[in-house]
């Protein structure tokens, strides 16, 4: 039971980063000193993305999930769990490709924004 419960959290704080990487220059908007904290998370995501690396914490569900006697996975975290709600089909190379592109694209509108939001008020 503490296994499957340890697996539930570390799938929890997997979406809450993935999250975090995708849209939280969103929050950077509201408390600006984040920004410390997600552009590490945005360089870490779109890594992972761009070499095909599998984030440490699918293993280590994995193996909370097989010390629960529980079912694991062979693919990382966004094949597995985020991309069966967008695609029907398994995930491809271009497609964590283009992922990884839309990671940074979102943020770089996102900084940008908050760039000429700054420099607007610098001007008055």
């Given at each position: 039971?503490?296994?499957?419960?340890?697996?539930?959290?570390?799938?929890?704080?997997?979406?809450?980063?993935v999250?975090?990487?995708?849209?939280?220059?969103?929050?950077?908007?509201?408390?600006?000193?984040?920004?410390?904290?997600?552009?590490?998370?945005?360089?870490?995501?779109?890594?992972?993305?761009?070499?095909?690396?599998?984030?440490?914490?699918?293993?280590?569900?994995?193996?909370?999930?097989?010390?629960?006697?529980?079912?694991?996975?062979?693919?990382?975290?966004?094949?597995?769990?985020?991309?069966?709600?967008?695609?029907?089909?398994?995930i491809?190379?271009?497609?964590?490709l283009?992922?990884?592109?839309?990671?940074?694209?979102?943020?770089?509108?996102?900084?940008?924004?908050?760039?000429?939001?700054?420099?607007?008020?610098?001007?008055?």
């Amino acid at each position: 039971m503490w296994y499957r419960l340890g697996a539930d959290l570390v799938l929890l704080l997997h979406l809450a980063f993935v999250l975090f990487v995708v849209a939280g220059g969103l929050l950077v908007l509201k408390w600006p000193r984040l920004a410390w904290l997600h552009l590490p998370a945005v360089v870490w995501g779109t890594v992972v993305e761009f070499t095909g690396w599998i984030c440490p914490l699918t293993p280590l569900e994995n193996a909370l999930r097989a010390m629960a006697g529980a079912a694991t996975y062979d693919a990382d975290f966004i094949e597995h769990y985020i991309l069966p709600l967008l695609y029907p089909a398994d995930i491809t190379r271009d497609s964590q490709l283009i992922l990884g592109m839309i990671v940074i694209g979102v943020n770089v509108a996102i900084y940008g924004w908050l760039r000429q939001r700054s420099l607007a008020r610098e001007q008055r």
